[in-house]
């Protein structure tokens, strides 16, 4: 276990987010692989969770951005109910933080952007895959892509419009420092009237 200081209100920054920018530099410069990674929790609208790893993008204004297919599972689950968590752990530092927030689209812009820094391999099979919905086989997939490939020969491959990005719009943020015998340290940082309140948690 890494001999970090236990966590008090003094070492925390007052904007939740400045806090997470810090720990997230802190986990790039860690050597840690995928320090973007999170898993993306969302819900139906009865109640129905499913989670997956998806990988952080940066900030679109105050908000968390990562992109994804609009007719994936969890892009007809953000649809109907536009809430859900993100959680990052690194395992290296004993660090997780926990996001709770709003989801929004963002602009066809910003979503063409990202798209165009992407690999082209990536975006072609971004664009081939019925994400999330069943297929024959591999095969299935494969000749997809061999036809796109084919049909986009140059760098030029066109995003569709069922392919962008989202941003969660934190409203909770929870900060946690594993420590011995389970005595972890726990903040919670909770928006009310657009001013953050801080709670140690029970461990």
Known sequence: MQNFDHLTPEKLDANPLNQFLKWYEQAEKSQIKYPEA???????????PSARVV??????????????????????????????????YWANLDRQIHIEGKIEELSAAESDEYWNTRPKESRINSLA??????????????????ELQTKFPLEDVPR???????RLLPQRF??????????????????????????????
């Open 160 to 166: 569709p419009k069922h392919w962008g990005g989202y």
């Open 55 to 88: 990988l952080y993008k940066g900030l679109s204004g105050d908000g968390l951005r990562f992109f994804t297919n609009y007719r994936s599972r969890k892009g007809k689950e953000l649809k109907k109910n536009p809430k859900a968590m993100v959680v990052f």
């Open 174 to 203: 929870e900060f946690w420092v594993a420590g011995d015998f389970r005595f972890h340290d726990r903040f919670e940082y909770v928006k009310k009237a657009k001013v953050w309140t801080i709670a140690r948690l029970a461990p």
């Open 38 to 48: 999170m898993t993306l929790a969302t819900a139906t609208t009865s109640g129905v």
């Open 129 to 146: 895959s019925p994400q999330s919905s069943p297929i024959p086989d591999r095969a299935f997939f494969e000749k997809k892509v061999s």
